[in-house]
């Protein structure tokens, strides 16, 4: 029997340092447009640049792009086009909307964004957290295949087998944090966050139970991050 979404929702929105997860109820479709012209802007991102401009989010993200807090997501090696389409997101106020980041990030260019998403991909996703249980076989199932019954997608047919993210804005999410991961998952099933234009992860979120959820978040925290490979 699933548990109460609700409650865990008020639990993991008032974590210590878990206001990055947060968001309100969203338009429907806050998707940056991916056009050519955006997609080498991104892939223009200067990473000393970059460097430069992230230190003013080093005492939340790191110095090292991992996150301070429990609640703080870790941008190290994330997907640059992933990171450039939340900071336009945050600077929207809409898809993401949260008041700290967006007083962060509004004077940013769309340049300055690249740069920072550059710099973050460069950066050594974080270790694996070996304080997280092994996973059990239904959770490897639930990565590794999916749940047809369900209709459930394999998480690594999106997000790949070692959890690295794909192009263009697929985030990795091996090497997570747990409690940032099940927070936002619950956004999802809450339908308070979406990815894309069609929400296609609110669909997919409410399939799963809170089990799920957690065995998931515990799995992909003890994995550890890996970075997409080069072209």
Known sequence: MKSSRAAIGSMLICWAGGVYAQSTKMPPNPSVLWTVVEQKLVESGDTQRGKKIAERCSHCHGEDGIGVEPGIPNLAGQVPAYTYKQLQHYKAKGPRNHNPMRRRVRRLSDQDM???AAWYA???PAA???SQPQAPEEILKLVERGDQKRGITACAACHGVR????????PA???QKFEYFLATMQLFAQRDRARDVYNSMCDLIGRLTDEDLRGLGRYYARLGGHKMAAK
């Open 163 to 170: 959890g690295e993210g794909a192009p263009i804005d697929t």
């Open 114 to 116: 690249a740069d920072v």
């Open 122 to 124: 460069s950066l050594e």
């Open 128 to 130: 694996p957290d070996l």
């Open 173 to 175: 999410i091996g090497g």
